[in-house]
């Protein structure tokens, strides 16, 4: 399993200055310690599944910055399909975990998974080594491993909240989720540093090393121009070449891809 870590997380998220960069450095801090085994053993395990379950809590943590909703959870009150049916229950049982557990019977449900007195003591889902078992047990009871190993962000989006609430947020976070992915898979590949590598490219990237790349594809037979964009034709060349080759189907050219590429252009 590709061995990701708090530097991985601060990859991925925002920064963030003052009393919000010293939430989220305590945070990333204390997942990160865990992140690698915990998610190995809930099989999020491969380069897709860690890149949009670390994509998706991006977003739903506010760019790892909180392990609690921001919001005073009043909004929840007598909410009775979350079990929220004792005064007070909507501030007491709102959203925590990296992926936001919410309501007196979700905290039950998930606490019996875990074995742990949740419903009466909700503030510990905000620990934030457990945030990130919580955020993996809900991951595992949805399936949400199938819609990750389609790359279909929209299915995982749906998954977590129900709808498409900040998909585009969810996206870019993915996205940038891959591209650390394919840098610290080119470290292990190569045993080379980062800047010693090919360049990780994906869809809107641009410039000389894009127009490599579709040289090279148009050199396997793929109709590219070769205008150093990479838009939709180039990702969908780069897709289909993955697919033929048994790699990971994402459209970025990371280590692995491009050892591929290297070795079929002869």
Known sequence: MIPVDAHTMLEIAPRFSGANGERQAAIVAAVGEVLRPTLERYAIDTRLRIAHFLGQTCVEAAGFRTTEELADGTAYEGRKD??????????????????????????????????????????????????????????????INDAADQDDVI?????????????DERRRFTAKAKEALARLEGILVTGAQPEATRATLHRGAKGEAVAGLQRMLRGLGFALAVDGDFGAATELAVTQFQQAKGLDVDGVVGAKTWAALETAAG
């Open 82 to 143: 979350l079990g929220n049916t004792e005064p007070g229950d909507g501030p007491r049982f709102k959203g925590r975990g990296l992926i936001q557990l919410t309501g007196r019977a979700n905290y039950r449900s998930m606490g019996k998974a875990l074995k742990l007195d949740l419903e009466n003591n909700p503030a510990q889902a905000a620990d934030p080594a457990l945030s990130l078992v919580v955020a993996c047990e809900y991951w595992k009871s949805r399936k």
């Open 155 to 167: 299915r995982v989006t749906k998954l977590i909240n129900g709808g498409l609430n900040g998909l």
